[in-house]
């Protein structure tokens, strides 16, 4: 199985821009779509990007028309540039795909606070 780590996540005034990085342990030209999700404390976690292999994606109504996700499979990365950003962007961060969901299992997330 594919692990995933989740880094680039800081404190960031609002108005400003992250981009997050999800590095993997092996090949993820071997994983069809992988996602983006955030959970603020409290909350539940929620789907914020995904990216298919073909390069396809789709975006959360909260992020859409800021954000940006974007795969390497030579660096085995996926990204997610946020824009523009707002305290309800407030979350841990996490990456993950189906068949790693399926068995329960998340990297530690990265932290993203948007405050002054």
């Known amino acids: 199985q594919v692990q995933l780590a989740e880094f680039g996540g800081g404190l960031v005034q609002p108005g400003g821009s992250l981009k997050l990085s999800c590095i993997a342990s092996?090949?993820?030209?071997?994983?069809?779509?992988i996602d983006w999700y955030r959970q603020a404390t409290g909350k539940e976690r929620e789907l914020v990007a995904t990216i298919t292999s073909t390069g396809r994606e789709n975006y959360a109504e909260s992020v859409k028309g800021r954000s940006t996700i974007s795969r390497d499979n030579v660096k085995n990365a996926v990204y997610l540039r946020i824009n523009s950003l707002k305290p309800e962007d407030t979350a841990v961060y996490y990456c993950n795909y189906p068949e790693r969901m399926a068995k329960g299992h998340w990297g530690q997330g990265t932290q993203v606070t948007v405050s002054l």
């Open positions: 092996g090949n993820i030209f071997t994983v069809d779509a």
